[in-house]
């Protein structure tokens, strides 16, 4: 995938995609284990994405 910070929709669809891929039992060892990487930036992307909503929507509580 491109070097960009993708959304939180388009972070777990990428998400989805690979735990399809690494469940095909397809992939080499290297494959998976980069995979895994990448899978493992996007979890901590989505968690960063949440708490950004997350302090928004405090934000807007207080209002």
Request: aromatic content about 4%.
């Amino acid at each position: 995938m491109a070097n960009h910070t993708p959304n939180y929709e388009d972070a777990v669809s990428e998400l989805e995609k690979l735990i399809a891929e690494m469940e095909s039992g397809k992939l080499s060892l290297e494959q998976t284990l980069a995979a895994h990487k990448r899978g493992a930036e996007l979890i901590k992307q989505c968690h960063v994405l949440l708490d950004q909503v997350e302090q928004q929507v405090k934000v807007f509580e207080t209002k």
